[in-house]
């Protein structure tokens, strides 16, 4: 497997592979890789010819006050995870190699970024969408694999490929979580035993509400209710929201009729979790 730290160095992995029609799957992570991860890049292995995994702590979209410098990085670890998954290359660069001096151009998704998560982190997804396009054009993927751990990011991203005409197709991927319910995530490493057990509350919650729908239950505002009661039975948990929305546009609905995306953002101690369910009426 190879680990590509340039811009040029990708252009030309992908040149003649391009050139000999072979279909390239792009799995954008920023890496300290696990079993959510290895799940987009198993999958992109069995639909592609070449798998790329970028593996790439986006400064852009990171707050301020948020932990870009204490996110957890090992490469040594990840390479051994891409590698296992059927992964043929790493693009892990340099802040400066995709921002270099003078970086002046973003792409700002509207309206799907206001709410969820992009009110408490308001500048997220413009780093989001920023350096996923850059990836895109980087790479020249035909295929590019997302979780839906990060649902409205998806949603996001599926709206940006529309809207600009890239040229790839966005394959959705589901949730990996762990025997306990706990989504598998990066930030994982950052809870204390005791956080992680009283995390738990968020999947349970989820489970609450996929059964209350599969009784019926269509208004969002009972079940929302009904998951932040679940999830306040916590002692340390503290809610930044709980939100059901239409799954394409991220706008709140009332009634589930088509897609809806059941979606909430908690902090334990310092550490802040998302999970989310898809309810499709
Ligand atoms: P990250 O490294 O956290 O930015 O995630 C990179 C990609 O992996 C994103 O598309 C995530 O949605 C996806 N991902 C992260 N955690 C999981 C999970 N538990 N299950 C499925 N996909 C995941």
Redesign the pocket.
């Known amino acids: 497997m190879k680990i590509l730290k340039t811009v040029s160095e990708v252009r030309e992995f992908v040149k003649d592979k391009k050139t000999n029609g072979k279909t390239i799957g792009l799995v954008?992570?920023?890496?300290y890789l696990h079993e959510?991860?290895a799940?987009?890049i198993e999958k992109s292995a069995s639909q592609n010819d070449i798998t790329i995994v970028s593996i790439f702590v986006n400064p852009t979209q990171f707050g301020p006050t948020e932990d870009l410098d204490k996110y957890p990085r090992d490469l040594e670890h990840d390479t051994k995870v891409a590698e296992k998954a059927g992964a043929d290359a790493i693009f892990h660069p340099t802040p400066s190699e995709m921002y270099p001096n003078g970086y002046s151009t973003y792409i700002n998704v509207e309206n799907l970024t206001a709410g969820l998560c992009g009110k408490s982190r308001p500048t997220h997804f413009r780093g989001v969408t920023t350096v996923v396009g850059k990836l895109f054009n980087i790479t020249q993927a035909d295929r590019a694999y997302?979780?839906?751990?990060?649902a409205q990011?998806l949603a996001v991203i599926k709206r940006m490929v529309y809207d600009l005409n890239f040229n790839i197709e966005i394959v959705p991927?589901?949730?990996?979580?762990e025997e306990s319910g706990l989504?598998?995530?990066?930030r994982n490493v950052y809870l204390s035993d005791e956080e992680k057990r009283e995390a738990l509350v968020l999947s349970r919650s989820l489970k609450e509400a996929e059964r209350l729908f599969n009784d019926g239950e269509r208004n969002a505002d009972i079940l929302k209710k009904r998951i932040t009661d679940i999830i306040e039975g916590s002692p340390i948990a503290n809610i930044d929201y709980v939100e059901i929305v239409d799954f394409e546009t991220i706008q709140p609905i009332s009634e589930i009729k088509g897609e809806a995306l059941v979606a909430l953002a908690v902090k334990f101690g310092n550490t802040r979790l998302i999970d989310n369910t898809i309810l499709r009426g």
């Open positions: 954008p992570t920023m890496g959510g991860h799940s987009l997302f979780g839906q751990k990060d990011q991927c589901p949730i990996v979580r989504a598998k995530s990066s």
